[in-house]
């Protein structure tokens, strides 16, 4: 790990309390988009004013949670191979491997769903209905294995 005491502008590693709390802050910010899109979606006849408004803060905020923990000091899930080291690196390996695996099961189920929608006397509108659960498949692949990494990884124990 780099040392924190090089430049007296640099910051403190972000503690696990506070690394958690933003990844429950992403997900549960994000669970509360797709809702708030969900209920805009099905309104009759159009978007009430007050949807739109709580989607654009919800999408704002879950954002602003990500890349948070994105930025944050010591943190290794997409930094390049020449600025980690080896713990570092297998930590960040640990962190795709599991959200891999998390995505197959994840996928997996998705394809079954649709196989069963599909078969059913409504197939198309069923269908239409899951396409609404597409921005969980776009967000999971970038953001779980940084949540993974901000979850499991240790407070570093430094002198400031």
Do not use: K
Request: aromatic residues 14%; charged residues 15%.
């Amino acid at each position: 790990m780099h040392s924190i005491a090089q430049h007296p502008a640099v910051r403190r590693p972000m503690s696990l309390r506070r690394r958690r709390a933003l990844v429950v802050a992403t997900y549960v910010g994000f669970a509360a988009f797709m809702v708030t899109l969900y209920a805009g979606y099905t309104a009759a006849p159009r978007w009430p004013f007050w949807l739109g408004c709580s989607a654009i803060i919800l999408f704002v905020a879950t954002a602003a949670a990500f890349i948070a923990l994105v930025r944050a000091p010591g943190y290794a899930a997409d930094v390049l191979d020449a600025r980690l080291d080896e713990r570092q690196r297998q930590v960040r390996d640990h962190a795709y491997r599991f959200a891999y695996y998390g995505l197959t099961i994840l996928f997996g189920g998705f394809s079954l769903l649709v196989m069963y929608a599909a078969g059913s006397n409504a197939s198309w509108q069923a269908i239409q209905d899951m396409a609404l659960l597409l921005p969980w498949l776009t967000f999971l692949p970038g953001s779980l294995p940084t949540a993974v990494v901000a979850w499991t990884e240790p407070d570093i124990l430094e002198d400031f």
